[in-house]
């Protein structure tokens, strides 16, 4: 049985291309194609499909927020964003959305069919470039998690009252020790993290 597969994309051009581009296709047909956000929630529930392919930047909801709508209503239905971003900030509220996979436009047709085939046979597939920044994206976040392991009970116990917005001569009066022994062990935590001022090491800290 052909899988059906959803459209939603601004450009019109490109939304016809990504139609005949499904159509061509012997194991795919199309569920439907939309130019905004706000059609695609309301169609797709009701014409259901087995993917849909996602732009990003859409007129009123982003792709993204039609991701997290449609995603709640069906949670079987596989999302694979195809869209010129790569920023690092989109891909990941992507996947967070609930997308499975992440391709460029500009990989071309072939690209994004295999994409497709990928994700119905259990793949998350990515553009190179983009795999390369999750790839390093979690590299940098198991460097920071090792560095916050590095910090002592004493220096958790200070970045938890920083992070309620205590000063220094409340946090010296909460742990019963001098200001400046809290100046000292802010100057270790900022060594030991690698940053520079207060609100990095605290934001830092709540990441972990």
Same mark, same amino acid.
């Given at each position: 049985m052909k899988k059906r597969i959803g459209i939603v994309e601004d450009n019109r051009d490109l939304r016809e291309a990504l139609t005949m581009m499904i159509q061509f296709t012997e194991q795919f047909e199309l569920a439907g194609s939309y130019e905004n956000a706000e059609a695609a929630i309301e169609a797709i529930p009701v014409v259901g499909a087995d993917a849909v392919l996602m732009d990003i930047n859409l007129p009123g909801f982003s792709g993204i927020e039609c991701v997290a709508i449609l995603k709640r209503q069906m949670p079987d239905l596989l999302f694979l964003m195809c869209t010129s971003y790569e920023d690092d900030d989109k891909i990941f509220?992507?996947?967070e959305a609930g997308a499975s996979g992440y391709i460029l436009k500009t990989e071309g047709p072939n690209k994004i069919i295999?994409?497709?085939n990928d994700l119905?046979? /259990?793949?998350s597939p990515m553009s190179g470039s983009i795999a390369r920044k999750v790839v390093a994206s979690f590299s940098k976040f198991q460097s920071q998690h090792q560095e916050i392991q590095s910090l002592t009970a004493r220096e958790k116990e200070i970045l938890d009252l920083l992070a309620k /917005?205590?000063?220094n001569k409340e946090v010296a009066s909460d742990l019963e020790i001098s200001t400046g022994t809290v100046r000292k062990h802010i100057q270790n935590i900022y060594e030991k993290l690698h940053?520079?001022?207060?609100?990095?090491a605290v934001n830092l800290y709540l990441k972990r």
């Amino acid at each position: 049985m052909k899988k059906r597969i959803g459209i939603v994309e601004d450009n019109r051009d490109l939304r016809e291309a990504l139609t005949m581009m499904i159509q061509f296709t012997e194991q795919f047909e199309l569920a439907g194609s939309y130019e905004n956000a706000e059609a695609a929630i309301e169609a797709i529930p009701v014409v259901g499909a087995d993917a849909v392919l996602m732009d990003i930047n859409l007129p009123g909801f982003s792709g993204i927020e039609c991701v997290a709508i449609l995603k709640r209503q069906m949670p079987d239905l596989l999302f694979l964003m195809c869209t010129s971003y790569e920023d690092d900030d989109k891909i990941f509220k992507s996947l967070e959305a609930g997308a499975s996979g992440y391709i460029l436009k500009t990989e071309g047709p072939n690209k994004i069919i295999d994409a497709l085939n990928d994700l119905f046979d /259990g793949g998350s597939p990515m553009s190179g470039s983009i795999a390369r920044k999750v790839v390093a994206s979690f590299s940098k976040f198991q460097s920071q998690h090792q560095e916050i392991q590095s910090l002592t009970a004493r220096e958790k116990e200070i970045l938890d009252l920083l992070a309620k /917005g205590r000063m220094n001569k409340e946090v010296a009066s909460d742990l019963e020790i001098s200001t400046g022994t809290v100046r000292k062990h802010i100057q270790n935590i900022y060594e030991k993290l690698h940053v520079n001022t207060r609100v990095e090491a605290v934001n830092l800290y709540l990441k972990r």
